[in-house]
């Protein structure tokens, strides 16, 4: 018998990901899309862990969470846990202009999914993906980032990636599959 896991999401390509990588744990993947007001910090793992507590808090039940956050080295980190305002803000063009003169042009993704069963207490799962800004945009994506940024070992966009119908990175070592090993070990 599956055990479930209520994800808390609207995003489509995340819960493909995820029910995807839990399959192999035997966890059913169901999904629900609550309005979760993000925090912002400097911290991006402040802002998962928040963002699991306050979806427990709306929906009275244990919830998982996922969250990306992006690190550009020539910019310091930058934008970390503000991406997801920056995507909305900046266009492919803005984000290749702010690496236009920089030489380390390298960035990591890193994913980061936050469980509770209380609404107090959280895990936090995390996986990073190193890849590096490109001189052109290319691929539709649905962020202006994703269109910029090629993952190491691939030639090809985040974009061009999903416009293909594939994944962007190596599932394989995604947090998801963190997370789905302790779930399985802790999970009544």
Not at 13 to 26: F, G, N, P, S, V
Not at 104 to 117: G, L, M
Not at 147 to 153: A, L, M, N, S
Request: aromatic residues 10%; charged residues 25%.
């Amino acid at each position: 018998m599956s055990k479930p896991v209520l994800f808390i999401t609207g995003k489509s390509r995340k819960i493909m990901q995820a029910e995807a990588c839990l399959k192999t744990y035997d966890i059913e993947v169901v999904s629900k899309d609550v309005e979760v007001i993000e925090i912002q910090s400097h911290d991006p793992l402040d802002i998962v862990k928040h963002k699991v507590i306050s979806a427990y808090q709306i929906t009275q039940e244990p919830v998982v969470v996922c969250d990306h956050f992006w690190s550009f080295h020539a910019l310091n980190g930058w934008p970390g846990g503000y991406m997801k305002d920056m995507n909305h803000w900046l266009d492919e063009k803005d984000f290749l202009n702010l690496m236009k003169d920089k030489k380390d042009r390298r960035v990591t993704f890193t994913e980061a999914i936050s469980y509770t069963a209380d609404g107090i207490r959280t895990e936090v799962f995390t996986a990073q993906f190193s890849g590096a800004v490109v001189t052109a945009a290319k691929g539709t994506g649905y962020v202006p980032a994703e269109r910029v940024i090629v993952f190491d070992g691939q030639t090809k966009t985040i974009a061009e990636q999903i416009d293909a119908g594939h994944d962007s990175r190596n599932m394989n070592d995604s947090a998801w599959h963190m997370f789905g090993s302790w779930y399985q070990a802790n999970k009544e």
